[in-house]
């Protein structure tokens, strides 16, 4: 009998402990806004020069509002850009304080990024359009940098954004 009353108090202990870490995750997300990253649908990566992706690149959005378009593949963002760094990489401009809505997409296996110093960290699997919003607050230079291993070029793939100072 007294075995099974230590069972029951320990299976109201557990339970308890599931109902805190239930509600801990429901005010994350209620309260505090903190959401699994969001996608923003699907398209066959096999035909993804038939979709927005085809003409990645930066839409004004007007009242300083963007939406950018990049093509995740094997080894480089693209994002439409023709302006680029010695080593290749697309330089992206925005003014400061703009608010950009990222689309993102893989042509090819999983990547990743996060953009420096911004509350953005993105998985890119083929297939699925990763999306977030991100505002670019201080002028200067932050790399989108791949956080997943892609292969042997894995290190060398970002893409830089440039925020310019509203009074230059
Ligand atoms: Cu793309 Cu690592």
Not at 104 to 109: E, F, K, L
Request: with cysteine.
């Amino acid at each position: 009998m007294d075995a099974h009353r230590l069972e029951q108090n320990l299976i109201l202990v557990f339970a308890a402990v599931m109902g805190v870490f239930f509600a801990m995750v429901v005010a994350a997300a209620v309260v505090f806004g903190i959401n699994p990253a969001a996608s923003a649908g699907f398209i066959n990566p096999l035909i993804v020069d038939q979709t927005e992706f085809a003409n990645p690149g930066l839409r004004n959005m007007g009242d300083n509002k963007y939406d950018i378009y990049i093509l995740a593949q094997m080894w480089v963002f693209d994002a439409g850009s023709e302006e680029m760094t010695a080593d290749g990489v697309q330089i992206v401009r925005v003014p400061e304080g703009a608010e950009v809505t990222f689309y993102v997409t893989s042509r090819d296996v999983t990547h990743g990024f996060i953009i420096e110093y911004h509350n953005l960290n993105l998985e890119l699997v083929p297939g699925q359009i990763a999306t977030g919003t991100i505002t670019f607050d201080r002028p200067g230079t932050y790399r989108m940098i791949c956080h997943e291993y892609c292969g042997r070029g894995h290190q060398d793939m970002n893409l830089q954004f440039i925020v310019e100072s509203a009074s230059a």
